[in-house]
């Protein structure tokens, strides 16, 4: 899915607003409820997302910012056992909609490089 029309759905009380875009304490709380967060946090899996971001070299934050969300997206969607706990919780909770989720996950995902990549500036 294209990181435009992932970003274009509303996703209420789960993200501050301003720029950069920030997961609230409800938005963390429900990553943390679904799987997301302790997948990861797992070094081997987010090893394994880095390297996809790595592999797009990203120049800017922003450029961080859409490639973690599409990494995201393509982790929900593909057949692999990465994020096997968030995918069992769409399977079973089909009203919540896997581009918030992918947008969510993709946010706490570009902090978490941009924590590990400082040379990364603007």
Known sequence: MHFALI?????DGKVET????LLTLEGEE???????????DDAACRAD???RIEKQKPCSRYDVEVV????????????????????VYLY???YDRIQEVAYLAGLYLRDRYLEAHQEIAE
Do not use: E, Q, W
């Open 49 to 51: 997302l880095f390297s």
């Open 68 to 87: 973690a969300v599409n990494a995201m997206f393509d982790a929900l969607t593909n057949p692999s056992s990465l994020m096997h706990a968030a995918k």
């Open 92 to 94: 079973n909770h089909p």
């Open 18 to 21: 301003f720029s950069p875009a």
């Open 30 to 40: 429900y990553l943390s409820r679904i799987g997301v967060k302790s997948s990861l």
């Open 7 to 11: 970003k274009m759905n509303k996703i």
